[in-house]
């Protein structure tokens, strides 16, 4: 490897922590199990702790708990014993403990209070004898395997593991909790990540908006209608139900003298595409854009009660 060629360095750390995944995955066990059933018995949230670079991850590691429906948070372990540990509800709450050598010192007093309030420890450390091992009410073993370091003592390839058994844990409990694209939506309103979770209710044009007409409602009357709304179609009913569509392209390909006469019947699209309010906006511009429609009624058992236009979800960020 020369001075200026990093690749292949890079390449055998990224090989090594990739590794230690896999070897992991397949030291999985019944704790594993009895760590998702203790977090969704238990009827409070899950304190997650780390001391370092551990801490980084436990903070990352609550936050993914928190956003996939699991109610947790970061607690300091060194800041515990100064007064965090108020936060901690005995009896109620969950202990997540991240140590690699299980014998982080900070950890001691937290690990001593959650034992006097019968607090559940779930450690996650490479030795079940130290520390933490002894303390934890459920163990999640790392595997020992060395650091990606070339020095072999900056954290790496343990944080990698510890990162990644978050995940499954957090991702496990979604699975056991019956977690929805809805409840995900609801916890991430701001960003990118919003705009994609929209649904097409929140974009829908509703009540005088709506341009309805009825089956033999003439066309001189249902242009005025759809171009007041100026949505560029026409919902056509008939006892409250959305039975036919009109688009200004349908009044353009039945231009003629007899045209006002006509009633929206003759001229309307049947059984158009709708959507439901509940639906992600983002699969509802793919079925737009895959037969070629502009816009769409929203509807609730048959009934219109929306209207939502390709150019009202490409503005709101939806890709």
């Given at each position: 490897?020369?001075?200026?060629?990093?690749?292949?360095?890079?390449?055998?750390?990224?090989?090594?922590?990739?590794?230690?995944?896999?070897?992991?995955?397949?030291?999985?066990?019944?704790?594993?199990?009895?760590?998702?059933?203790?977090?969704?018995?238990?009827?409070?949230?899950?304190?997650?702790?780390?001391?370092?670079?551990?801490?980084?991850?436990a903070?990352k590691?609550?936050?993914?708990?928190?956003?996939?429906g699991?109610?947790?948070?970061?607690?300091?372990?060194?800041?515990?014993?100064?007064?965090?540990?108020?936060?901690?509800?005995?009896?109620?709450?969950?202990?997540?403990?991240?140590?690699?050598?299980?014998?982080?010192?900070?950890?001691?007093?937290?690990?001593?209070?959650?034992?006097?309030?019968?607090?559940?420890?779930?450690?996650?450390?490479?030795?079940?004898?130290?520390?933490?091992g002894?303390?934890?009410?459920?163990?999640?073993?790392?595997?020992?395997?060395?650091?990606?370091?070339?020095l072999?003592?900056?954290?790496?390839?343990?944080?990698?593991?510890?990162m990644?058994?978050g995940?499954?844990?957090?991702?496990?409990?979604?699975?056991?909790?019956?977690?929805?694209?809805?409840?995900?939506?609801?916890?991430?309103?701001?960003?990118?990540?919003?705009?994609?979770?929209?649904?097409?209710?929140?974009?829908?044009?509703?009540?005088?908006?709506?341009?309805?007409?009825?089956?033999?409602?003439?066309?001189?009357?249902?242009?005025?209608?759809?171009?007041?709304?100026?949505?560029?179609?026409?919902?056509?009913?008939?006892q409250?139900?959305?039975?036919?569509?009109?688009?200004?392209?349908?009044?353009?390909?039945?231009?003629?003298?007899?045209?006002?006469?006509?009633?929206?019947?003759?001229?309307?699209?049947?059984?158009?595409?709708?959507?439901?309010?509940?639906?992600?906006?983002?699969?509802?511009?793919?079925?737009?854009?895959?037969?070629?429609?502009?816009?769409?009624?929203?509807?609730?058992?048959?009934?219109?009660?929306?209207?939502?236009?390709i150019?009202?979800?490409?503005?709101?960020?939806?890709?």
């Amino acid at each position: 490897m020369t001075a200026q060629n990093y690749i292949p360095l890079a390449a055998s750390i990224l090989k090594k922590e990739s590794e230690s995944l896999i070897l992991l995955a397949s030291c999985l066990n019944e704790s594993f199990n009895q760590s998702v059933k203790t977090i969704l018995a238990r009827p409070g949230r899950v304190a997650v702790t780390g001391m370092g670079k551990s801490g980084h991850v436990a903070r990352k590691v609550a936050a993914t708990l928190a956003s996939t429906g699991t109610p947790s948070f970061f607690i300091h372990p060194a800041e515990a014993g100064h007064g965090d540990l108020g936060m901690l509800q005995a009896g109620q709450d969950t202990l997540l403990a991240f140590s690699n050598s299980g014998q982080t010192v900070e950890l001691a007093g937290l690990l001593q209070f959650c034992l006097r309030s019968s607090i559940m420890v779930i450690g996650v450390t490479a030795d079940d004898k130290s520390i933490l091992g002894r303390h934890s009410d459920l163990i999640l073993t790392l595997p020992r395997v060395g650091e990606a370091c070339p020095l072999g003592c900056a954290p790496t390839t343990s944080t990698t593991m510890m990162m990644a058994l978050g995940d499954a844990l957090a991702l496990s409990l979604l699975e056991a909790r019956g977690f929805t694209l809805e409840d995900f939506r609801l916890y991430h309103p701001g960003g990118q990540l919003g705009s994609r979770l929209l649904a097409v209710g929140d974009l829908m044009h509703t009540g005088e908006e709506l341009p309805l007409a009825n089956l033999d409602e003439p066309m001189s009357a249902a242009i005025l209608t759809m171009s007041s709304r100026r949505l560029g179609c026409l919902g056509v009913v008939a006892q409250g139900r959305l039975v036919g569509m009109l688009t200004d392209g349908d009044l353009r390909r039945h231009m003629g003298p007899n045209l006002m006469e006509t009633a929206c019947s003759q001229i309307m699209t049947a059984n158009p595409v709708t959507f439901t309010s509940g639906m992600l906006a983002a699969k509802a511009l793919a079925v737009m854009q895959s037969k070629g429609i502009t816009n769409a009624f929203v509807t609730q058992e048959e009934q219109p009660i929306g209207v939502i236009h390709i150019h009202d979800i490409i503005a709101a960020g939806v890709v």
